[in-house]
């Protein structure tokens, strides 16, 4: 068991290296790779235990930026109930590697060294630990998912077919096929005229990269020319907004100055102008100098400008939102954050987590919005373009993303705050999320943060005018808008169902297998012959 238990965590530390800061993403299939052997030949119980291990393994370096300036206790309880998604995928994993039933299939899916399908199913159970993990509790946590360690490699071209959880799919079985190979090689080294039959998973791998690698993301239609503002912060922490008025500051001076590059002829004429999440922490609804100075700096630009900004309501409570303003007309649209972070724009059940930790009381009294968001933004040249403004972790969720798309959406704006993790991963890990999502939904993105990383992203997922944390820039850049739908948002969840409603019946496929083969290893001997 210790054997398997090394094995387990090499496996969750090799997911952690595929992320963002590390990004060595052929780990994530080696790590995949080892989790699956981990976990074959163990009974489910075995299985548990050593997804745990590994899944904390992976978690725990991949999300320590969540306890960056709160303390290790809420990072360690994220880690580890990330880690119990892990721990009930390693038990079924090691369930269906076990089950008997396998064996009666035709022999090109069987053979005598182990089924072709144990691949497959290992890839359809982590496509379903995601879809589950990524909506619960409080709506999920889809961070550190599989997809994500393939931005900027051949892989991510294939996130315009099945999106996210299709690209999940392909890492985990490119790690299934890995796991078969290594399993097949330690039985023995074969005859050199037989090594390559054997060897075939690890050629089907290579194949599909290569595949993947000339399957075109298309990036022509006519461009959009922007202008994206990180302001930077007073102070990185919990209190970058002890001095809300200077934040707000920090993102009018730098946009003036890029105005006088504009008049200078030093900086194009942009057509619209982003500002991250929390740029006006001070409400500008409710406070005549704040609402002020954003007007005043929209007029001076003399275009239309997305602000990130708190507001002050509903009663008793906050709102996270994006404001569109246009030149010589203030706020003419709001869009209101769909998916508040729990434990940190909100605290669900503070009382009874008060027991814990008085942290708890650090987390905001946000409330969620209902509708997609949609700007309608009016130019000079190109008629009307449609925007989505998509707030910080929203990114990570399938269809916050796609539902705006699919409303019309040519171009989207990702406005986020990463002030309060500091210098650690979190800020390269969402980019990373932005960029397959360009790929994704085929649109190209204003991935905008007030500290960085900052970047303006194609619909190819390349980044572009990259910026550094906690330094102040002006990102210009002409970005492609297209309205063309990609399979992916075509298609919508229906494959990550379908791949749900395949990996359940696989598991219990193999639980009825193999309680069959208990009752028939119960019978007389002389009976089992003729059963």
């Given at each position: 068991m210790i054997r398997r238990l090394l094995l387990a965590i090499a496996g969750g530390l090799c997911l952690w290296l595929a992320f963002p800061g590390p990004a060595i993403w052929p780990a994530a299939i080696v790590g995949v790779a080892?989790?699956?052997?981990?976990?074959?030949g163990v009974r489910a119980r075995g299985g548990f235990l050593l997804g745990l291990v590994g899944g904390f393994a992976c978690f725990g370096p991949t999300l320590h930026w969540t306890g960056t300036y709160v303390g290790a206790l809420p990072w360690l309880a994220l880690s580890i109930t990330e880690s119990v998604y892990i721990a009930l995928m390693?038990?079924?994993?090691?369930?269906?590697?076990?089950a008997r039933r396998w064996e009666r299939l035709p022999q090109w899916l069987s053979p005598a060294d182990g089924p072709h399908v144990r691949p497959v199913?290992?890839?359809?159970?982590?496509?379903?630990?995601?879809a589950i993990r990524d909506s619960m509790p409080f709506g999920g946590f889809p961070w550190a998912r599989l997809a994500w360690?393939?931005?900027?490699?051949?892989?991510?071209?294939?996130?315009?077919?099945?999106?996210?959880?299709?690209?999940?799919?392909?890492?985990?079985l490119l790690g299934g096929w890995l796991a078969l190979a290594i399993d097949r090689v330690r039985r023995g080294m074969p005859p050199a005229r037989s090594l390559l039959p054997r060897l075939w998973p690890v050629v089907a791998?290579?194949?599909?990269?290569a595949l993947a690698a000339v399957y075109p993301t298309p990036t022509g239609g006519k461009k959009l020319q922007v202008l994206a503002i990180?302001?930077?912060?007073?102070?990185?922490?919990?209190?970058f907004n002890a001095q809300r008025r200077a934040v707000l500051d920090h993102h009018v001076k730098e946009t003036d100055k890029a105005a006088a590059l504009i008049k200078a002829g030093k900086l194009p004429q942009p057509a619209l102008v982003v500002w991250p999440e929390n740029s006006s922490d001070i409400d500008p609804t409710r406070n005549a100098d704040a609402g002020t100075e954003i007007v005043r700096t929209v007029d001076r630009i003399g275009v239309p400008l997305i602000v990130g900004a708190v507001l002050d309501q509903p009663v008793g409570h906050t709102s996270n939102t994006s404001l569109l303003y246009e030149p010589d007309k203030g706020i003419v649209a709001t869009y209101v954050k769909q998916h508040p972070v729990p434990f940190a724009e909100y605290m669900p059940y503070r009382s009874f987590?008060?027991?814990?930790?008085?942290?708890?009381?650090?987390?905001?009294?946000?409330?969620?919005?209902?509708?997609?968001?949609?700007?309608?933004?009016?130019?000079?040249?190109d008629g009307t373009v449609k925007v989505a403004p998509i707030i910080c972790f929203e990114v990570a969720y399938d269809s916050l993303t796609r539902n705006p798309v699919k409303d019309g959406a040519q171009i989207l704006a990702v406005q986020t705050n990463n002030a309060t993790f500091?210098?650690?991963?979190?800020?390269?890990?969402?980019?990373?999320?932005?960029?397959?999502?360009?790929?994704?939904?085929?649109?190209?993105?204003?991935?905008?943060?007030?500290?960085g990383v900052s970047g303006l992203i194609t619909p190819n997922g390349v980044v572009h005018d990259r910026t550094h944390l906690f330094t102040p820039a002006a990102l210009s850049g002409a970005l492609p808008l297209r309205s063309e739908e990609t399979l992916a948002v075509r298609l919508g969840a229906i494959p990550e169902w379908l791949a749900c409603a395949a990996a359940v019946l696989l598991a219990a496929l193999a639980l009825a297998g193999n309680r069959s083969s208990g009752r028939k290893a119960n019978l007389p001997e002389e009976v089992r012959a003729l059963v």
């Open positions: 080892l989790m699956a052997l981990a976990t074959k390693g038990a079924v994993c090691a369930l269906i590697q076990s199913a290992i890839a359809l159970l982590w496509v379903l630990q995601e360690t393939t931005a900027g490699t051949p892989l991510a071209h294939l996130a315009s077919i099945f999106g996210a959880p299709g690209l999940t799919f392909v890492v985990a791998g290579l194949a599909v990269v990180q302001g930077n912060v007073p102070t990185a922490g919990l209190d987590f008060r027991h814990f930790t008085k942290t708890v009381d650090l987390a905001g009294n946000f409330v969620a919005g209902h509708r997609t968001g949609l700007f309608v933004i009016p130019t000079k040249t500091g210098y650690t991963a979190e800020s390269e890990q969402q980019l990373a999320i932005s960029q397959v999502r360009a790929i994704e939904l085929g649109r190209s993105i204003v991935h905008i943060s007030t500290v």
